[in-house]
């Protein structure tokens, strides 16, 4: 399979993830300018600062001609993951319910975060066992994610949050303690820490952020096979 | 014309930089200070006022955690 990776000016996780992706299949950088997404099985929305985070986090990304690709993309059901200014980027494109706000400390913190996988029966999640956690870290100054209650009982009701923080561990406010959501049709996830930085125990911390790639993969090849 | 747009936080929603400068307030003397938002303030030339508010809505603000405020200059 082949994942595509987004790049803005401004991105600076784009070569992690793809490094991720490449110990799964394949992997292409797509610059934001371009519109063709290279026949990508799945796209990865990076991390970092996209366009400055001029006017909010993702606001001026959302327009690129890449994205719009990528909203047509999921639109027909393709699988699209968004990390960190990604998760604020599908957030801005409407992709993903609710926005990201300035952490609740309004300092921009970086640290190991446990987290709890809510819902693994999903393309994002399924290579994760049943209550399992998994230790990522976080890097942001934007990560409090904020919905309306109404809204987040639906969200919640229809299995569109994926992972929460553990107790004690939502440092940045977000409301249910909410670190990863999906659309309603189960194709769109955005989440606030770092798969693609935790692959190797090496460096990473754990290698635990290998389980949402793979997840895709599985995914993918399931639905090929 | 030139037209000034307000975007503030929706009522309801913690604005951490409206907390941490009421807070500072009363350290520097100023006391009886409550209610303090912040947000921002975009200033623009247009040639059709009618632009602005679908302006705000599709990019100037974010509709569901902001509110904002047109104000065009005569």
Redesign the interface.
Known sequence: MKFGVLQFPGSCDEVDAFDAARLLGDAELIWHGERDLRGADAIIVPGGFSYGDY??AG?IAR?SPAMESVIAFAAEGGLVLGICNGFQVLC?AHLLP??L??????HFTFRQVELEVVNRETPFTGACAAGERLSLPAKHAWG?Y???EATLDEMERRGQVLLRYAPGENFN?SVRDIAGVCNEAGNVFGLMPHPEHAVEELVGGSADGLKIFDSMRLAIEGAHA | MRARVLIR?KAG??D??GV?VERALPALGFAGVSGVHIGRLVELDVEDASQLEPMCEK??A?P??EDYEIIVER
């Open positions: 006017l909010r606001a327009f801005e609710g926005a706000l300035p952490n609740a400390n309004l409090r904020h919905a309306e406010g | 936080p929603i913690l951490p930089q941490a990019l100037l974010n569901l955690v």
